[in-house]
């Protein structure tokens, strides 16, 4: 498996978070930046595929709702977004964040105080659901009988 860039880790991290999540950490930063919406927030649909273990053939799951926003900066950095659901500003916010992210003077403190709280939720939320998971877990055996 390749190795996460920063910016695929990010986006990952803020198309998982949850709209209230989100602002509980963006608001207290105080970070009011003018922009240019280049594709406002739109909702549509995204068809998902899975594979029956992991590697069979492909097969269409189903369709979910997807919401994605482009945002553009006053000096031209594009930001962008895709979040499930049909929360416009939550995309639009997400790809916001996405544009100061790639910002020098602004990356760090979005990534200390946004990006790694939100990530380590997510992996305490994830931790969580697997031990959920796990306690319902039946071992399924066979007796062998001496005959044959």
């Known amino acids: 498996m390749k190795q ?3 910016r695929q880790h990010w986006l990952s991290v ?3 978070s949850e709209a209230s999540q989100l602002d509980a950490h963006w ?3 105080h ?3 003018q922009f240019e919406s ?3 927030a739109e909702t549509g ?3 998902l595929q899975a594979r029956m273990g992991g590697s069979g053939k492909r097969f269409v799951m189903g369709d979910a709702t997807v919401t994605r926003a482009v945002v553009k900066l006053h000096d031209g950095t594009l930001g962008f977004s895709y979040v499930l659901g049909r929360d416009k500003a939550h995309a639009e916010r997400c790809a916001v964040i996405d544009a100061l992210l790639q910002q020098p003077e602004t990356q ?3 990534q200390e105080k946004l990006i790694a709280p939100l990530a380590a939720l997510r992996e305490e939320q994830r931790q969580l659901r697997a031990r959920e998971i ?4 039946v071992d399924f055996f066979t007796l062998v009988r001496g005959d044959n």
Do not use: E
Request: hydrophobic letters at 45%.
């Open 134 to 137: 796990a306690s319902s877990k």
């Open 45 to 47: 649909l995204t068809r």
């Open 14 to 16: 803020l198309a998982h």
């Open 38 to 40: 280049v594709r406002p």
């Open 4 to 6: 996460q860039t920063a």
């Open 31 to 33: 970070l009011n930046t």
């Open 108 to 110: 760090a403190l979005l």
């Open 27 to 29: 608001q207290p930063l």
